[in-house]
């Protein structure tokens, strides 16, 4: 926990770059206590993961995922990857793959069958890259302002 406070920059990054496709995003919320404490549930918590990435002895990149609930309606073990972001000069370096290839063996190792992922809908690289991955859509999210 000692590289908390740069996981926390990370999970910063992520943020403000999502708020760029979405100017709902609270850009301070991983530096709020709520943000802190999913970051250290994410870390702690034997249901979930934290993974790193690092160059140069220091975080470039990270993952966060969970297991989740067994739902009799799709009655197979799932996971959803929950947060991925890598700093853009680190990108096209295969970082991200590698940490979701450990994050499929995190989820092996639970017997998981399925992994989820949300990407927003302007987010063209990164449903790419997840597409790439063995993605694929399976349900369409959809929102209306009131």
Known sequence: ME???NLQQLNLGLFRHEAKKDSLINTNWPLEDAGKSFL??????GESVCLVAQADNQLIGFLTGALLYFDTIRPIQRAQLINIFVEEQYRDQQTGTKLVDEFVKWCNEKQVKRILVTAQAGNTLGIKFYEHLGFHQYMAQMEKEI
């Not at 250290?40 to 918590?45: E, L």
């Open 40 to 45: 250290r549930r994410m870390i702690t918590s």
């Open 3 to 5: 590289d908390f406070p």
